[in-house]
């Protein structure tokens, strides 16, 4: 991500470098005192209001033409409390800083995704999540958070208030500035990955079983010779890669169980064992669909994609999410399997990208990733999110003015 500010010239742009917008104003309040008084400036304006935390979206959410609030000058872990399992932390805060305070209390994250340079907000506000039926998203261990509001005021949000809450844990930026959260997290544990390389017919008999019998499994389907390489994937040597799989897959251990980082089998504290490393090369679309129809709809986007090549290049990415209880969440009330496919920066691969929408949309009632491109349209989203509309009427109660919306984000959910 790069934002800056020099004299009269501000410039955004997102991770990839995919959206861009020159703001107004670009701000990087040092406490919450400073948050309120830029949204009140804002709000008397009749302005607009975006919050960027590391900018790893692919989606327009960052854009305006008001005020961009940064958060490189809010991080930090503020508080563990071990016995009630919380952590608290400032906004900018990274996933892989609450690593260590939390390790040394005996804790960790429940879950985690495939990076961990997100910003907590920021990973939060778009559902971000690792993979495993048993987990949800980074969103729904919050249990309390400060918002500073369309009028410039704090609101605190908590367990009393449980439709607040569960607006609060995946909001996209539209309720207003977090500026603190409490999360709930779990006794420490460390992580045992095994990764190998499935054939299409290991990946029909074996990926939904192991996916609800271990802790977690997650694969990228390649869908020619090529396509490993784009992710920098180990496949086995001599063996060809073309519909076939790489896969890790992961049991819990004991806290204490020794590192062992032996190649293709290692043992490590959770934090470490999480996250990848990925170069800024790809966008992404990706949609979750019911667990029940997983297999069918990884064999519907595996057949699109044999058939849109060479536009489909990149490997898709297969995970499962638990179900949780935040409104805007992609598995409000249902488990799913995770869906992507990403494209080449720079290259046009909408018609593919439209395809896929269409497929697992229409057939398949897919939700979408807030911070992936996606076409969801406000019918589908009333349709498909279930506490869609709630969702509205508290955006509206706490924002009524809409300061906090974008173009991107207003005919969804003004
Ligand atoms: C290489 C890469 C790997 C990825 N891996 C995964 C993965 O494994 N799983 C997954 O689910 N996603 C993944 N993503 C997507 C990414 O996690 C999400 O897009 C996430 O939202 C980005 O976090 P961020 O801190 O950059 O947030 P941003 O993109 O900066 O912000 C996301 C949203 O949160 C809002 N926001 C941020 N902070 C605040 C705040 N304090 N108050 C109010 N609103 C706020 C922003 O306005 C925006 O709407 C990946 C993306 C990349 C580029």
């Known amino acids: 991500m790069s934002a800056t500010s020099q004299g009269t010239s501000r410039f955004f742009r997102n991770w990839v470098g995919n959206q861009s917008c020159t703001p107004r104003d670009i701000r990087s309040p040092a406490d919450e005192a400073e948050v309120q008084e830029i949204v009140r400036d804002e709000a008397a304006r009749g302005g607009q209001v975006r919050v960027v935390a590391t900018g790893h979206s692919f989606t327009p959410v960052h854009l305006t033409s008001g005020t961009l609030i940064g958060l490189d000058r809010l991080h930090g872990v503020l508080d563990v409390d071990a016995e009630r399992r919380r952590v608290t932390a400032l906004p900018g805060t990274a996933i892989g800083a609450f690593g260590e305070p939390l390790w040394e209390h005996g804790l960790a994250l429940k879950n985690q995704g495939d990076i961990d340079t997100q910003g907590i907000t920021g990973a939060m506000g778009t559902a971000t999540h690792g993979s495993g039926l048993g987990y949800q998203h980074l969103g729904a261990a919050l249990r309390r958070c400060r918002v500073v509001t369309g009028d410039g005021e704090v609101v605190e949000i908590g367990e009393d208030d449980p439709d607040l809450l569960h607006a609060a844990q995946v909001s996209v930026g539209m309720l207003g500035v977090i500026t603190e959260v409490e999360l709930e997290v779990k006794e420490a544990y460390a992580l045992r990955e095994e990764v190998a390389q499935w054939s299409i017919g290991e990946i029909r008999e074996r990926f939904v079983p192991e996916s609800e019998a271990r ?163 406000r019918e589908q989203l009333l349709e498909r999110y279930p506490r869609a509309q709630d969702f509205i009427d508290v955006r509206r109660r706490l924002d009524p003015e809409g300061l906090f919306l974008n173009d991107h984000l207003r005919p969804l959910f003004a």
């Open 215 to 377: 802790r977690h499994c997650s694969m990228f389907w390649c869908p020619t010779d090529e396509s490993a390489a784009l992710y920098g994937l180990e496949m086995e040597p001599g063996r060809p890669i073309r519909d076939s799989a790489f896969i890790r897959i992961y049991d819990e251990a004991p806290a204490d169980t020794p590192a062992d980082p032996t190649h293709r089998r290692r043992v490590d504290r959770s934090y470490r064992v999480f996250p990848m490393v990925y170069d800024p090369n790809f966008h992404e679309l990706e949609y979750f669909v019911r667990w029940d129809r997983a297999l069918e709809a990884f064999e519907a986007l595996r057949e699109l994609m044999l058939a849109s090549q060479p536009a489909a290049v990149f490997p898709m990415e297969v995970r499962s999410v638990g179900r949780d209880a935040a409104m805007l969440s992609p598995q409000h009330g249902q488990d799913t399997i995770v869906l992507s496919v990403s494209g080449r920066p720079g290259t046009d691969y909408w018609d593919y990208l439209r395809s896929v929408d269409a497929l697992l949309g229409g057939e398949f009632d897919a939700r979408v990733h807030w911070g992936k491109l996606h076409f969801l349209s």
